[in-house]
Nanobody, 116 residues
Framework: QVQLVESGGGLVLPGGSLRLSCSAS????????MVWYRQAPGKERELVAR????????NYRDSVKGRFTISRDNAKNTVYLQMNSLKPEDTAVYYC?????????WGQGTQVTVSS
């Protein structure tokens, strides 16, 4: 069955870094765009970064540009989110998603907390 498993979340000080990973199985990873979303308490889920299936195109929400980097390894069926210069407002549950046309798959999420 389809599985997306996020890892790498945790508690980090403001200005710190984390690297999230999302390991995929049960579908043809290399033909899906991959997306990281996040949802903070009391807020709607928002798109953080997206990478095309080939890895040749990426998009970011404005608030993370220059701080976050999305990448993927199609040989390992894994997508990453490198997060640098973290801010308290980055605190959220981070989800990865595979998207192709009207199809989408979701992971269970990993908590990221930025706090002193």
């Amino acid at each position: 069955q389809v599985q997306l498993v996020e890892s790498g979340g945790g508690l980090v000080l403001p200005g710190g870094s984390l690297r999230l990973s999302c390991s995929a199985s049960g579908f043809t990873f290399s033909i899906y765009d991959m997306v990281w979303y996040r949802q903070a308490p009391g807020k709607e889920r928002e798109l953080v970064a997206r990478i095309a299936n080939s890895g040749g195109s990426t998009n970011y929400r404005d608030s993370v540009k220059g701080r976050f980097t999305i990448s993927r390894d199609n040989a390992k069926n894994t997508v990453y989110l490198q997060m640098n210069s973290l801010k308290p407002e980055d605190t959220a549950v981070y989800y990865c998603s595979g998207a192709r046309g009207s199809l989408s798959y979701w992971g269970q999420g990993t908590q990221v907390t930025v706090s002193s």
